[in-house]
């Protein structure tokens, strides 16, 4: 499965439509993302927030040499609401396709089950797989993602604090966040100051002996920068890294697109 940056992202039979005009606030973040200077992939990430609803969209391919070597597309979905007691998902959906096979997946989220269906069927689901509990207790990774543009700041002023609890049709896994500081980042779509934050990634359950064999593929840190609206009312992430075997994975924003409420919001400091 694709996670969230330790990878970036996220299932129906079939694409599912842009948003629409918002009712409420909506956002667009067009991403870039390069190993060793040599651009690799592109993402697009769209929310429409309309009151406490949400819906989500991400477009993801990649770009560069690594397309010439493996063309890969990504579309994912995501619907939900925020409710007293977090985030909730109503439904995701994720569609994964490499130039030879397809694969898709759709989860619906009851009150007391999530239920998941993937064509063609994956040869297993973990050993042991996610519980109904360890399901329902989690969001998909588009309302993760959202949910990293809404953290509170806790008693020092940071954002990025607490654990953010993910199942992604598979895998049940933590994100576990750490505040570094204000940092200086610049990217095309944002220059100024940034919270650093380290993103490390948790296995909970849902994975074969193969995916965990090697526990330095996830050990490291993601690091994330989050930079706030002038309103303070929300962050965005506008930078990621990763170091990998071979060198630093980056990912950048590249244009950031707020609504019509929001223009000119961004904090751009030097």
Not at 127 to 146: I, K, N
Not at 202 to 225: C, F, N, Q, T
């Amino acid at each position: 499965m694709i996670v969230l940056p330790a990878a970036m992202l996220a299932l129906l039979a079939a694409p599912a439509e842009p948003p629409g005009p918002a009712a409420g606030h909506s956002l667009r973040i067009d991403y870039g993302g390069s190993l060793l200077g040599l651009p690799l992939m592109r993402a697009t990430v769209q929310a429409r927030l309309d009151g406490p609803r949400h819906s989500l969209r991400a477009d993801f391919r990649s770009a560069g040499l690594a397309a010439m070597v493996k063309s890969l597309n990504v579309v994912a979905e995501s619907q939900g609401i925020e409710t007293a007691g977090g985030m909730k998902t109503w439904r995701y959906w994720h569609r994964e396709s490499d130039g030879h096979k397809t694969r898709r997946l759709h989860m619906r989220y009851g009150a007391d089950a999530v239920q998941v269906e993937i064509e063609p069927p994956l040869h297993s689901m973990g050993e042991p797989p996610a519980s109904q509990a360890q399901r329902l207790e989690a969001m998909d990774p588009l309302s993760a993602l959202l949910a990293l543009t809404q953290l509170p700041r806790n008693a020092a002023g940071w954002r990025c604090h607490g654990t953010i609890r993910v199942f992604d049709g598979k895998q049940r896994y933590d994100l576990a966040l750490r505040s570094l500081g204000l940092s200086h980042v610049r990217t095309r779509a944002y220059r100024g100051q940034a919270e650093k934050c380290a993103v490390r990634y948790v296995p909970i359950a849902g994975y074969d002996a193969r995916e965990l064999h090697d526990p330095s593929a996830y050990a490291k840190p993601v690091y994330m920068w989050l930079a706030t609206q002038a309103d303070q009312a929300r962050a965005v992430p506008v930078r990621f890294s990763f170091d990998a075997p071979i060198g630093r994975f980056v990912i950048t924003a590249r244009r950031l697109d707020l609504d019509a409420g929001a223009q000119g919001a961004m904090l751009h400091q030097d």
